[in-house]
């Protein structure tokens, strides 16, 4: 069977519905082997398109926007659903599959740019890794900066907070451990297509930035005496710095000739 | 931050001494800065950098061996971290809003703040920021537990991914060569345009090249943009999907060569050969206007005129130019100890010889796919093996971080 993106649609709605399902189980049940059952279906009937499609094109459908999509879809809800199941945070689940829904839709109904062609220096198998261990960190550094923010509200209102803050650090480390591994990634593909693994490009001095501010507060806190609202604003603060890597380099000064700001 | 006012300079330092010392180092980089002008890499050309490096650490080991002491506590302990990694942040935000000069050039910042990495302040904080990591590092390692495995894969990688690019960094050479077909180069030229002669030579056998299926526009020929107005639609053309609609022209593929000629009588034929290029038959029409007609639309290219086709007053259906699909080198490497490498040389595929990484780098974009040369980046990095150790530590730490979360914590609340 010679599978096409004219196909796709096929494939989509029916993991469409059965993630939709996932997540109304998440939160409208106490079954958790449910939930399982609807996301991994989805993802296994995405994975079969990739397959099918991969067969069919005789290379790996990584040449392309919309192929590439395919690929965030997968990793998202894949990678979702182990963390979901390591750590129970149903949001992260939650997140996951809306954000592979996210890029299903778009592939749905912006086709053309289907066949929008990658230029050859992204034509390289650390892209997509890449790309999808920066979308989960941003997700659980925001869920990150979001906690804080609810922990110095609730020291005003002087209520109990010890979950809230063990829950809150945790969501910090595993969201560094991404943003490493995201920058880790880029690091080995930049030496491979632009010849030198770190250039001090803003976008990557910004994630420096970044980077050391978490740094700063995962090692600040380390300390029992560590002052709790000073080490919140830090998360606050390193927030707004990666706000700034993702966004706002594009409208900085210093960002001319970056090889992350990519006009259309 | 530090809440308990015990007295200044008082053992054991915590984090007011830590950031006065870091804030210090700072202040003397900017006297440096302000009588000397940047940091010369060239001055820890190896074997300086070696030299350094055993130094250092030398002084780590004495340093271990006095584990006790108050100064060994205070440079392998988190306050002084936090103040170095502070003073780090301070510097890269100064690069991030600064338009920084480019490597070959000197800054017009008197502070270095266009020149950050090569001023003073940031080399003396990045190199005390090492010797504090070495310490930390050190002060673990003499205290040994397999269960601390996520901290030494993070800390080490870190220390030898920062030594690695650090030192390294007065030994990195880049150059760049271009080579004509058939032909062995050896000469290069270097960030500052000098022309050198290297140890490597490179004879390129064929550049070959592959272009994307180029797209379909409406422009306006007044202005030369693409319609509609700030929101160009373009046509990928489509050989499945052979119709389009752009701001209601309607748009039906009938005929797609991607390796045309124009024959004489103002049709195309398929010839592969180096001056092809793509061409197109479609068919347009516009119900609004009454507009129907068919014919040849092909991009041009160095060999062949452009064709488009006129809508009306001021619109034509064109081509764009093709996008880059791939572009491949094949070459054969000369090294000083008469050995011979072969490789196909593409984006994303360099070649390792040695400490010498060969990167495809560029061709005649004119020319296209008839391209008459190809042009090579060398980089020269004899520190790559140990900043690729460092990458894949702290890459392996890293992926055990977000897996293990705050494996300390959830210990002392079970």
Known sequence: MNISWDHFTAFAIPVLISWMLAIITLFATKKRWLNKIFTLA??????????????????????????????????????????????????????????????????????????KNLMPALQSIWFVPHVTAYILSYSFLSAA????????????????????????????????????????????????AWGHYWSWDPKETWAFVTGASYLIYIHVRLRESRPKKFTLWLI????????????????????????????? | ????????????????????????????????????????????????????????????????????????????????????????????????????????????????????????PFVIVFYFTLLNLSCVTSRRLLNFHW???????????????????????????RYVMHVEEGATEWRVYNEKDDVLELPLAIKLNDFYMEEYIPKLAIIDRRTGDAIPNGNPQMWQIDTTRTTANIAGWNIQLEKYIHEAVRKSDSTYQQIPMPGSCPAALVKVENSATGFNQSGWICCGNFAQLYMTMQLNDTLSLVMTRPEPKLFRSDIEVYTPDEKTYQAQLEVNKPLRVGHWMIYQYSYDADAGKASAYSSFELVYDPWMTWVYVGIFMFLAGSIFLLWEGNKKARRKNA
């Open chain 2, 147 to 173: 269960r601390d495995y996520a901290f030494y894969l993070n800390h080490l990688g870190l220390l030898v991914l920062l030594y690695a690019g650090g030192f390294g960094a007065a030994d990195l050479r």
């Open chain 2, 1 to 120: 931050m530090n809440k308990n006012s015990s007295p200044w300079w008082k053992a054991p330092w915590s984090y007011k001494e830590s950031f006065a010392v870091v804030g210090g180092l700072i202040a003397s980089g900017i006297m440096l800065q302000l009588s000397i002008g940047n940091f010369d890499y060239e001055i820890i050309r190896y074997p300086v950098n070696i030299y350094l490096l055993i130094l250092t650490l030398i002084a780590v080991a004495v340093l271990t061996l006095r584990h006790k002491s108050h100064l060994f506590q205070w440079l392998a302990g988190v306050p002084l971290s936090v103040a170095n990694i502070s003073g780090l942040l301070l510097y890269s935000m100064i690069m991030g809003l600064t338009m920084q000069a480019p490597a070959n050039a000197d800054g017009q910042s008197a502070l270095g703040f266009d020149t950050v990495t090569r001023s003073w």
């Open chain 1, 145 to 192: 900066a979001i906690s804080a923010v609810i922990l110095l509200w609730q020291y005003k209102k002087q209520k109990e907070t010890a979950t809230l803050e063990a829950f809150t650090d945790n969501l910090v480390y595993v969201g560094f451990g991404l943003l490493m591994t995201g920058l880790l990634i880029g690091a080995i593909w930049a030496k491979e």
């Open chain 1, 236 to 264: 606050i603060f390193s927030f707004i710095f990666l706000m700034i890597t993702w966004k706002g380099v594009a409208y900085l000064p210093s960002a001319q000739g970056s090889v992350h700001v990519y006009s259309q």
């Open chain 1, 42 to 115: 989805g993802i296994v009937g995405f994975a079969t398109f990739i397959v099918l499609l991969w067969i069919s094109l005789d290379r790996p459908p990584m040449r392309t926007m919309g192929e590439t999509r395919l690929w965030y879809t997968f990793f998202l809800s894949t990678i979702g659903f182990v963390m979901y199941a390591k750590w129970k945070y149903s949001w992260i689940q939650a997140f996951s599959l809306v954000m592979a829904s996210v890029f299903i839709f778009i592939n749905i109904f912006k086709p053309e740019i289907h066949s």
